[in-house]
């Protein structure tokens, strides 16, 4: 009935919907009242709202059933802004502190593909030498094997060659879509000879790859996953800084591959992914791990800040990284500036040759000749 009378025109002549006033005329159609409840707009800003928070909190006080609702839907808050600020992308302007935090949450550690520091006891008494992980490091341990037995030879030919203790960690980390292997090893020489059986300075190793892309049925865990190493973005040894291998091809390919959230240099993505990625993740699991072994060989927390130290001396940060170099001058520019300069300079002699015979026609001095040429050789 109500919508018939707002339809129907009025006595009056008025329009339909229309409402007469105290004087008979028409005040056309009244807008309806809102049920909707305003919202106080304080600048839209987070800090806004969360002293205004505080305020509240603080000022008025709450029965303990709703702050605990409260303390509830903070948590839930607090994991919401998390997620988003792991999914902002990096600049360099970004702070380094929401830097760490996002390669905190981007750089997931899936599972210990082999932990040779746990049963190294075992494995020690029963074989007497580990097998190193690599062929590197049987290089490098051959290497220092030789050294040793030279280092006995030279004081006995009779001495026993040191034992060699290798010990690895090798871990798979997932970035985006992309996935990394972190291996660190420890090969320590034992000398069996000595009365204490003590042990000679340790090597380290350390090798980042970038893992291939796994088969479609491959479990997330990483189960199944090929047996390929992969291509090598880092590797460092604790002997010889010089043979250090970098590869930065690789670097840009695999951020590339992990969503490309980085949009700094590729020695930046480098560093981070190294030291507040892989390394920090590493410790963080193994915190509890003594640092010693029983046997007086490198744990597990020691070879991990070792091998840590490394790569920060090795990947160069914003503040170490050398300027970039010029750009190259086109071939055809350098050869037109050589061909000027050449000119230039032929030009010059000749004006000086000139000069001298002008001063010797004249009857000038020889000094006086002499200081004329090369005025003209400096204006030419």
Known sequence: ???????????????????????????????????????????????????????????????????????????????????????????????????????????????????????????????????????????????????????????????QVPTIRSRSLVAHFQVGRARISAACRADSLVDSAAPSGGSLPSRYVAELRALPQPAAGTAANGEGAPTERGQVLLKLHSWDQALSVIEWPAWEALRGRSGNFDRRPAADFARDIALLGVFRELRRKFAKETSDSEDEAPGIFSTLSTCEMMASAVLPSATTRPPEPAPATPPQEANAAAAAAGAVSSAGVAGAGGAVAAGGASGLPAAEAEAESEAAVLVD
């Open 1 to 159: 009935l109500g919508a018939v009378v707002k339809l129907w025109p009025s006595r009056e002549g008025g329009s339909p919907g229309g409402r007469a006033g105290m004087d008979g005329s028409d005040v056309g159609p009244q807008p309806r009242p809102s049920r909707k409840r305003l919202r106080a707009n304080g600048g839209g800003d987070l800090d806004g709202v969360l002293e205004r928070l505080e305020e509240a909190l603080r000022n008025s006080p709450q029965p303990p059933g709703q702050l605990l609702v409260a303390a509830q839907r903070l948590q839930q808050l607090q994991a919401c802004v998390e997620r988003k600020l792991a999914c902002c992308r990096v600049d360099c302007l970004t702070p380094h502190e929401a830097i760490a935090f996002i390669y905190s949450k981007r750089v997931r550690l899936i599972k210990i593909a082999r932990n040779d520091f746990e049963d190294a006891s075992d494995d020690d008494g029963a074989t007497g030498a580990a097998a190193p992980a690599s062929a590197a490091g049987a290089a490098s341990a051959a290497a220092g094997a030789g050294a040793a037995s030279a280092g006995a030879g030279a004081t006995g030919g009779g001495a």
